[in-house]
């Protein structure tokens, strides 16, 4: 069981990408295994602030083997930007960075057609970036996905055209300017970027690295509460994001999993529509939101924040078989007073700890109270060390959820990670 997975248990934004980072020295491949540029994995290393859309976040890791799975859709133009703006020349990135030849394409019209799609909805809005994901995926599913491995077709051109033509047709049913030239400045040249790497069978490698003892971390985007399943449809991205679209998504068996590792911030975000039970509109969210910098990492969208949901968390937990549970943004509940945590809900006038499947249920958060803590924790480094009343909200968190939470985020910087046995 060589093969680890590591994914968000909240909304997104979790902070995915510096851990990954963080745990990379202890693995031979990371791989991504769905989403697209809607991602936004964020990581810090020496004062400089990275932001991943498309690639894994072990990249920054030369000894390291990167894997853009089958279960991701790339936006060739995006995929070059985001090659250039590295750092390292695109001939060393080659030797660090393979993709799947069953990753779905995101073509001009995609974004076009998500953009329509969000127009329609009217006042009650998905909350979508806008990346063409949503209607990628469709296309996926629909069996009318243009894939990496096409790039090499000799009639590569031809197919394009010809997913063009049917996007044009639909589009003629929505009141929507656009500029198709426009958006296709970029998507060539980002096929003439893919056509640098290998673009392989990678289920077959990830099994054969794995077999060979090599270890591998699985590395999600989004979160658990947006899993076209088991989020908060139809406020939810259009993967699965849980722990089994790892072996979807990389072509990997459940057999081989070992450790899932479930990331959570010590309060909670969301972008976008949806239902958010303790969503405060009020100082203390908007205090959160500046002290935690909370604004989307694709989007600039600033994020709605409240407190912490443990029945959330639990939910997100059992679905996933977490481990476990790595807490980030200790940092930014230092200087409050007292921290609220929801145990429970009350729905109907009943307490529950299940999350509704209406998402009109009007929610009311039962919360327990907990001392804060006002030091400056960004320096520390060792468990032992931290506030005595942040150690009491880690334990209460533990006791509540059943898992150990094995390591504490208390800054962006990947040194700025305290890691407990």
């Known amino acids: 069981m060589n093969i680890d997975i590591l994914l968000g248990l909240q909304w997104g934004d979790e902070g995915k990408g510096k851990i990954v980072d963080a745990l990379s020295p202890g693995y031979d491949i990371v791989a991504r295994f769905q989403g697209g540029p809607n991602a936004g994995h964020s990581l810090e290393f020496n004062q400089v602030k990275h932001v991943l859309h498309l690639i894994p976040s072990g990249i920054f890791h030369p000894e390291k083997l990167n894997i853009i799975g089958n279960g991701v859709v790339i936006d060739p133009a995006v995929f070059k930007k985001e090659i250039e703006e590295l750092g390292p020349p ?17 073509l001009p019209t995609h974004r076009i057609l998500d953009a329509a799609y969000e127009c329609q909805k009217g006042m009650i809005k ?19 996905g243009l894939r990496a491995g096409d790039i090499f077709r000799k009639d590569f051109r031809q197919l394009y055209d010809c997913h063009i033509s049917r996007h044009l047709s639909i589009l003629k049913n929505y009141e929507l300017k656009y500029d198709l030239k426009e958006y296709e400045k970029g998507w060539f040249e980002g096929i003439e970027m893919l056509k640098n790497f290998r673009i392989v069978n990678t289920e077959y490698l990830v099994n054969e690295l794995a077999v060979k003892g090599k270890k591998v971390l699985a590395e999600g985007a989004q979160g658990t509460m947006l899993d076209v399943d088991f989020g ?12 089994a679209g790892a072996c979807i998504g990389l ?8 450790e899932i590792f479930g990331i959570f911030k010590a309060y909670c975000t ?9 969503e405060l509109n009020d100082e203390t969210g908007t205090s959160l939101r500046e002290i935690g910098h909370e604004f989307g990492a694709t989007t600039g969208r600033p994020r709605r924040c409240g407190w ?17 549970l790595f ?8 200087g409050f007073k007292t921290i609220k945590i929801c145990t429970t809900y009350k729905v109907g006038g009943k307490e529950c700890i299940e999350l509704p499947f209406d998402n009109d249920s009007v929610i009311e958060p039962v919360y327990t109270e907990l ?7 960004s320096g520390i480094r060792e468990f032992d060390k931290l506030p005595e009343s942040l150690k009491k909200f880690i334990a209460f968190i533990e006791k509540q959820t059943g898992v150990p939470i094995t390591m504490v985020s208390v800054g962006a910087d990947r040194e700025e990670t305290i890691f407990r046995n």
């Open 270 to 278: 969301r972008v976008g529509s949806g239902p958010f039970p303790t």
């Open 126 to 144: 998905i909350g979508s970036t806008l990346k063409g994901i949503g209607p990628a995926y469709t296309d996926k599913t629909s069996r009318n």
């Open 251 to 258: 072509g990997i068996s459940p057999k081989m999993i070992g």
């Open 232 to 243: 908060s449809y139809p406020f939810v991205t259009s993967s699965n994001t849980i722990s």
């Open 308 to 324: 912490l949901d443990l029945p959330a968390l639990r939910y997100s937990i059992m679905i996933n078989g977490i481990t476990r």
């Open 327 to 334: 807490m980030t943004k200790a940092d930014v509940m230092s």
């Open 90 to 106: 695109v001939n060393e990135l080659t030797k660090r960075l393979v993709i799947s030849t069953r990753a779905n394409l995101i």
């Open 371 to 377: 001392p804060g803590w006002k030091e400056d924790i």
